[in-house]
């Protein structure tokens, strides 16, 4: 460990090399047997077997980083989808299933089961989160960094040709950060070349012919990854006469929305906030003109904002769309918030209309 940091520039290059040393090596086994739900193995012991539990992993983290003289503190947090309330009254166990790591000299956090995030990157999953702090003078109560949208976001690119004889062909660039970058970067990690390629296309939902050059690099030092492909689809919407129908978004289009409730008692939050910017080009095929284009419109609610431009060009369109959902939520919100979003879905699923000359 002293060597590995001897050369390092500052305090955070010393715990990303800690931290990705066990990354590299080491790996997670849960353990459930006797008192091990709390009691981790010594960092000898991981160290030997290159595995442990969430607790070993963190101890193991926290003795790496004292050798180096870094302050390192064992935080217990409820991990999931749902976090649980913690009274800070009366701090009783309300939940809590998985640790991670603090280093209050940096206000960094590790979160130690993970061969893929970043440091100073808990995931979704662990964010936003009130932790039981460890330390030597007793528990202390601390919250992780939250994920708002300027965390989470994705910008999305694509440049549709359209060929009213045969294939259309999709371009596909995106940008994506926090919450949205997580499943790429670990499919990118798990899923060898044809597999990655099978499991890209069940996530379209496209008629897809070919799914050429694609391509995931997740961003090693910040919780972001980049999506490339292109795409040979063997439909694009539908057609009616000398009509074609298209989809205003042929990606990325909100379709699902909250379940009409009359008398809604539950409460209901939206733990994430996020933006989402869609960048479309169509290209009009030769014989055909726009004959209906969705308007340009806007919405605006307490739980976000709906932005929606649409241009004409020569012979292309395009499409600019930009949503923004806020954090938050109560049961007297649920209504406002199901109307919301269901008036977004609506614009989304709009036509584009060409008409054959």
């Not at 990354?23 to 077997?49: C, H, K, T």
């Amino acid at each position: 460990i002293r060597a590995l940091t001897a050369t390092a520039a500052d305090r955070k290059e010393q715990i990303r090399r800690i931290y990705r040393y066990v990354q590299e090596r080491m790996r997670y086994v849960s353990v459930q047997l006797g008192i091990g739900g709390w009691q981790p193995f010594p960092s000898a012991y991981v160290y030997d077997n290159h595995f442990g539990d969430c607790k070993a992993l963190s101890n193991f983290v926290k003795v790496a980083l004292g050798i180096a003289g870094i302050q390192a503190i064992p935080a217990i947090i409820s991990n999931g989808d749902q976090s649980r309330a913690i009274d800070p009254a009366f701090a009783h166990d309300p939940g809590f299933n998985h640790v991670v790591i603090y280093v209050p000299e940096e206000d960094y956090w590790l979160e130690c089961t993970s061969n893929l995030y970043p440091p100073n990157y808990l995931g979704s999953s662990n964010a936003g989160r009130t932790v039981l702090l460890a330390t030597e003078k007793g528990g202390e109560l601390k919250t992780t960094p939250a994920l708002g949208p300027e965390d989470n976001w994705q910008e999305w690119t694509q440049a549709v040709t359209l060929n009213p004889e045969g294939n259309s062909t999709v371009q596909v660039r995106a940008q994506l950060a926090g919450e949205p970058h997580e499943t790429y970067r670990l499919a990118a990690h798990l899923l060898p070349g044809k597999e990655l390629d099978k499991w890209m296309q069940d996530e379209l939902k496209l008629p897809l012919l070919a799914l050429d050059s694609l391509q995931i690099e997740p961003n090693r030092d910040l919780p972001q990854a980049t999506l490339r492909f292109n795409a040979q689809l063997s439909r694009l919407g539908s057609r009616s006469g000398p009509r074609w129908f298209l989809p205003l978004f042929p990606l990325n289009a909100v379709s699902e929305v909250p379940a009409k409730q009359e008398d809604r008692k539950q409460p209901f939050s939206i733990p994430l906030g996020f933006v989402s910017t869609n960048r479309i080009t169509y290209q009009i095929p030769p014989g055909y003109r726009p004959e209906s284009l969705p308007k340009t419109d806007s919405l605006q609610s307490r739980f976000g904002s709906y932005q929606l431009e649409v241009r004409q060009g020569n012979a292309e369109i395009q499409i600019l769309r930009r949503l923004e959902r806020s954090p938050g939520g109560s049961p007297e919100d649920y209504h406002a918030f199901a109307a919301f979003m269901r008036e977004v879905a609506k614009k989304d699923q709009a036509k584009i209309v060409l008409l054959k000359e």
